[in-house]
């Protein structure tokens, strides 16, 4: 089946902006869905109101999304009584932006919970802020909802390939860097950095913490995946089992399921809790053998996603086109065409995929809807609370069991 557009924002247009520098890298939408940011190239990160953004193509039409973005959105105000009204902001990092993440003071799940207060600044319950991780190896942070600079780390030494925010809502934020170096921040700490993870050969090209922040995965120039354990900042384990760099990685929304995509052409969707693989999903057929695992430059594959409903994935190859998977089949459930993808993410509510190109822009997808099993219901609620060996030593029937763990 071929995936509805919804829209597209295209990157304002230059004689110089045909140069390098104008990749999209890295696409983001706030937690709490009120923005998209998206790096237009050459130093910009535009940041929209997501909603007005969806009302626009609505009305205007997916191809003149981009106008009407750009010109009937309400400009910034710093103003006191505007604070939470979402605002366009069109930020200057002053370097090439390789990483996004949004980081909220207020937590995805009520567990781990911390309050808020930071020395230098103090931040309501609402706080919202935008990370920028550059080329020079300098991340700055940015107030969302006023567009202004709060922090500049400045630890590593090469380019900030990833950032993700613990979903707890303590504001700690992990970097990954092509320095082979993995950085721990405390922003509700003036930014102070904790901790350097090391064990990655070379680069390192992502990031993700599971959903209740206790894990963390990355993934870079090496074939292997690494896990660690947020709580003693030690490696937990190494997953093997692709043949090629892996550039991209993200967890299931109950933590049990591990999506990594790799330059072998295929994504695989792992038990991290006991590093297994469980499901692959190839883009070359037949797929090639481990000794040219490399050579299909055509069909590596770019980025992966996990849909909110925990039931599909998205990945982006360089085939020029998108995919949309359930974790239960082998084929995609729904394809769309488009030309140098470089990242995608779904939208917070799981309704749209947004990707960004090489030429700076975002394209939309409607992402597959359907309705859940009452078994994925039943895995996504115990889940969340429980790793596989907690699962499996419940004092339940063996298919009861079996009807609740993530089977190959």
Request: with cysteine; charged share 20%.
């Amino acid at each position: 089946a071929r995936s509805r557009t919804v829209g597209e924002l295209l990157a304002p247009t230059s004689p110089f902006d045909k140069k390098c520098g104008r990749e999209n890298w890295t696409v983001a939408f706030a937690p709490d869905g009120s923005y998209l940011a998206w790096s237009q190239g050459h130093r910009i990160v535009k940041l929209v109101p997501w909603a007005q953004c969806l009302n626009n193509f609505l009305l205007h039409g997916t191809k003149n999304g981009a106008d009407a973005v750009s010109t009937r959105l309400p400009r910034q105000s710093s103003e006191g009584g505007h604070r939470n009204k979402p605002c366009e902001h069109i930020i200057d990092c002053g370097d090439i932006v390789w990483g996004l993440a949004f980081g909220s003071s207020v937590p995805d799940k009520q567990s781990r919970c911390v309050n808020i207060e930071w020395h230098r600044f103090k931040f309501g319950q609402d706080q919202l802020l935008l990370a920028t991780g550059l080329s020079n190896g300098r991340i700055k942070i940015w107030d969302v909802y006023t567009g202004k600079l709060l922090l500049n780390l400045m630890d590593h030494t090469e380019v900030v390939r990833d950032l993700t925010f613990a979903p707890d809502g303590s504001l700690i934020l992990v970097s990954a860097s092509r320095d082979k170096t993995l950085r721990v921040w405390d922003l509700k700490d003036d930014g102070n950095m904790m901790k350097v993870l090391r064990g990655h050969p070379n680069w390192v090209y992502g990031c993700a913490f599971s959903p209740d922040s206790s894990i963390l995965c990355s993934v870079g120039a090496s074939k292997a995946v690494f896990l660690w354990d947020m709580d003693k900042y030690s490696m937990l384990r190494k997953l093997e089992g692709h043949h090629n760099d892996v550039v991209a990685c993200e967890f299931s929304p109950d933590g049990a399921l591990l999506a990594t995509a790799s330059y072998d052409t295929r994504v695989y969707v792992w038990d991290p809790h006991i590093g297994v693989i469980l499901r692959e999903f190839g883009h070359l057929f037949p797929p090639p053998t481990p000794i040219f695992a490399g050579g299909a430059n055509d069909r590596w594959v770019r980025s992966v996603c996990f849909s909110h409903d925990g039931l599909h994935v998205a990945s982006l190859a360089d085939d020029k086109m998108v995919r949309f998977w359930r974790i239960d089949e082998e084929y995609p459930v729904q394809v769309a065409p488009l030309n140098n993808g470089l990242c995608c993410t779904f939208s917070t509510d799981g309704s749209v995929l947004a990707a960004g190109t090489q030429d700076g822009s975002v394209y939309f997808w409607a992402a597959p809807s359907q309705v859940s099993s009452l078994q994925h219901l039943c895995r996504m609620a115990i889940r969340r609370v429980m790793p596989t060996s907690q699962v499996k030593n419940l004092p339940i029937p063996c298919k009861v069991l079996e009807f609740l763990c993530y089977q190959i």
